[in-house]
């Protein structure tokens, strides 16, 4: 009988074995099938579309330097800070390189000067900037249909002086741009950087602040369509009367925390008081929200628009940790528990039998 019962038993061992190995391999591939979607997650960007690479820059030896030709382009800084300028073409995008983020970034409106701080890659989680790239192509559109847009407007009066140092003034104007789809929600939007640049008559700095009080992380509730708030930038003017004064934002979705990856910028002129007091000179009107039917193809189509924020009740593909898709190792996890259960109910039965 014991010779009998025996081959049963072998061959529900030989079944039993196979359960749990089963189990674990599509555990193992459910899990692996995360992973790709992680890396897929982190797929390098290049150029937005309508746009080329017209020049590169590396951080190497303690410098900024150019990959080839630099395209009329100048970098100085460092990786916390870079600051470039082009005496060519205007630059529509930069294409950033922080820790193992690549992403770009357009300008709006296209330009030939600009900043770029490591902590503006808000996926990168404050990585050193290690590379830069240039697109030059189609002014972006600042109206591409997004919930995620806005425009600015900027005044600025004549600069006070005491002493060696000037202090310019005025407002910071940011306006919704509306979908042309009416159904659109009207969606929270929070200023996630601020950067506020004051220049002479010649192009170099002369002045700055990197967060503008009551600017940075100010937020646009949904209906609210405009805001304003003052500003103030101490700056020495050295011999000079004529200045312009820069700002420069990034902004969010306030409830989400997907990052719209765009520099939005204006500009003011404005020049030394001759007897301590002045008015105010605005810039252009922002480009208003087009009519439906007339909007421009542009690069700005294909620039990604959102950009997870590490909160934690929200699921996060752009971090490459194995909590940013949480369904797959669950699955895996659920699968393997219930191969586990499985097997000893499997056992408890051959048993059962073997004593009859």
Known sequence: MNCFRSRPIRKSRAVLGAIPAAATSLAVMLMLAGGAGLAHA?????????????AQFAWSNGAWTAVGSDGGITVSGDTSLARWASTSSAISAVVITAGSVTINYAYDPASKQG?????????????????????????????????????????AACATVTGDSA???????????????????????????????????????????????????????????????????TFAPGNGTSFSNKIEITIEEATSGLDRHKYYAAWAPFNVCENGTGGATPTPTPTP????????????????????????????????????NPSAWFFAVVLVGSSAGLVAVTVGRQRRRNRR
């Open 289 to 324: 929200t087009p009519v439906p039917g007339t909007q421009s193809h542009s690069p700005e189509g294909s620039v990604k628009a959102a950009t997870g924020s590490p909160t934690p009740n929200l699921p996060n593909t752009s971090y490459d940790a194995p909590s940013a």
């Open 115 to 155: 900043a770029v701080a490591a902590t503006d890659v808000e996926s990168a989680a404050g990585a050193p900037l290690a590379n830069l790239g240039f697109c030059t192509g189609s002014v972006t559109n600042p109206t591409s249909g997004s919930t995620i847009s806005v425009g600015l407007s900027k005044t």
């Open 42 to 54: 982190q797929a390098a960007e290049g150029c937005p579309d309508s746009s080329a690479l017209t």
């Open 167 to 233: 202090t310019v003034t005025g407002t910071i104007t940011v306006i919704r741009h509306r979908p042309q789809d009416p159904n659109a929600p009207s969606v929270a939007i929070r200023i996630r950087t601020t950067r506020d640049t004051v220049f002479d008559s010649n192009g170099a700095i002369v002045g700055e602040t990197t967060s503008v009080a009551g600017l940075t992380g100010l937020v646009l509730q949904p209906g609210t369509d405009t805001v304003t708030v003052p500003y103030s930038v």
